[in-house]
T-cell receptor, first 112, second 117 residues
Framework: QKEVEQDPGPLSVPEGAIVSLNCTYSNSAFQYFMWYRQYSRKGPELLMYTYSSGNKEDGRFTAQVDKSSKYISLFIRDSQPSDSATYLC????????????FGTGTQLKVEL | GAVVSQHPSWVICKSGTSVKIECRSL??????MFWYRQFPKQSLMLMATSNEGSKATYEQGVEKDKFLINHASLTLSTLTVTSAHPEDSSFYIC?????????????FGDGTRLSIL
């Protein structure tokens, strides 16, 4: 069993839809949780960074962490074609600047 | 703008040659940099942690003699793939946290696409 599980998709939604992306993990010691967006043949770009359980909102993006369930989510409101990319969850024991464990990534396509 | 620069972005070379990839932090010092490898439709796998002024720390299963890492300054780390073979073809990505606060997330380079013929 992988430490971090993420549905690879692809996930296809119409423009304007609310997108829900999720990851589950097995190591309860993870404390820091990140969501990255990766366009084809580019490096990951940080979207959200959270510590411990709770919600965080930034523009159209909302990140949720439920440590009791070992489950994290990223919601994208009013999705746009430019949101089409692969979304990677990542987590760390000791801070985002330290060793990260990534999910496999979910490929998202937002269609006109 | 980009805070971590990676060069080259794409390289094609013959089997048996060695390839050097550079990773630079542009506006901050990085005592630590990370090197990842990513195969198509797969996630990033950490290969090694590059430490300025000391030896790199390699993840289990990564051959340190095959993937040479040098972190000679606070803004530059290099990964050399020695005697590259087709199975080494992959997307190599570096990242770096800002030195002063490891609690802050890493900044990633745009990756190097390596194709070995």
């Amino acid at each position: 069993q992988k430490e971090v599980e993420q549905d690879p998709g692809p996930l296809s939604v119409p423009e304007g839809a609310i997108v829900s992306l999720n990851c589950t993990y097995s190591n309860s010691a993870f404390q820091y949780f990140m969501w990255y967006r990766q366009y084809s043949r580019k490096g990951p770009e940080l979207l959200m960074y959270t510590y411990s359980s709770g919600n965080k909102e930034d523009g159209r993006f909302t990140a949720q962490v439920d440590k009791s369930s070992k489950y994290i989510s990223l919601f994208i409101r009013d999705s746009q074609p430019s949101d089409s990319a692969t979304y990677l969850c990542a987590m760390s024991l000791t801070g985002g600047g330290n060793k990260l464990t990534f999910g496999t990534g979910t490929q998202l396509k937002v269609e006109l | 703008g980009a805070v971590v620069s990676q060069h080259p972005s794409w390289v094609i070379c013959k089997s048996g040659t060695s390839v050097k990839i550079e990773c630079r932090s542009l506006d901050f010092q990085a005592t630590t940099m990370f090197w990842y490898r990513q195969f198509p439709k797969q996630s990033l796998m950490l290969m090694a942690t590059s430490n300025e002024g000391s030896k790199a720390t390699y993840e289990q299963g990564v051959e340190k003699d095959k993937f040479l890492i040098n972190h000679a300054s606070l803004t530059l780390s290099t990964l050399t793939v020695t005697s590259a073979h087709p199975e080494d073809s992959s997307f190599y990505i570096c990242s770096a946290p800002r030195q002063t606060d490891s609690n802050q997330p890493q900044h990633f380079g745009d990756g190097t696409r390596l194709s070995i013929l």
